[in-house]
Nanobody, 118 residues
Framework: QVQLTESGGGSVQSGGSLRLSCSISRYLYDNYPMAWFRQAQGKEREEVATIDSGGSTKYAESVKGRFTISLDSDKSTLFLEMDSLKPEDTAIYYC????????????WGQGTQVTVSS
């Protein structure tokens, strides 16, 4: 099991930027997929960005061109750089891992709140 701890959330005005971090307790001795999800109040959880075991990334259409997912060089931290934020980006953001590369994210952080005001 991988322990994940998010940080970096907060309140920002529309058009602003935030960088979320996810500390990974078990380093990626072997690469495995990781992702950022978000859940807005009253809505279902949404996959925002993923990075697979080969390092390829994918983004939801709603954030493409504004958000960037990345791993630091020692693979101990997952990042989500969020630019040009909009009020509709307001949500709790979660990082997730699929350490067995099974096709499903099994390990989750506790979440960090992002609030974007207009």
């Amino acid at each position: 099991q991988v322990q994940l701890t998010e940080s970096g959330g907060g309140s920002v005005q529309s058009g602003g930027s935030l960088r979320l971090s996810c500390s990974i307790s078990r380093y990626l001795y072997d690469n495995y997929p990781m992702a950022w999800f978000r859940q807005a109040q009253g809505k279902e959880r949404e996959e925002v960005a993923t990075i697979d075991s080969g390092g390829s990334t994918k983004y939801a259409e709603s954030v493409k061109g504004r958000f960037t997912i990345s791993l630091d060089s020692d693979k101990s931290t997952l990042f989500l750089e969020m630019d040009s934020l909009k009020p509709e980006d307001t949500a709790i953001y979660y990082c997730a891992a699929d350490p067995l590369d099974s096709g499903g994210f099994t390990d989750w952080g506790q979440g960090t709140q992002v609030t974007v005001s207009s």
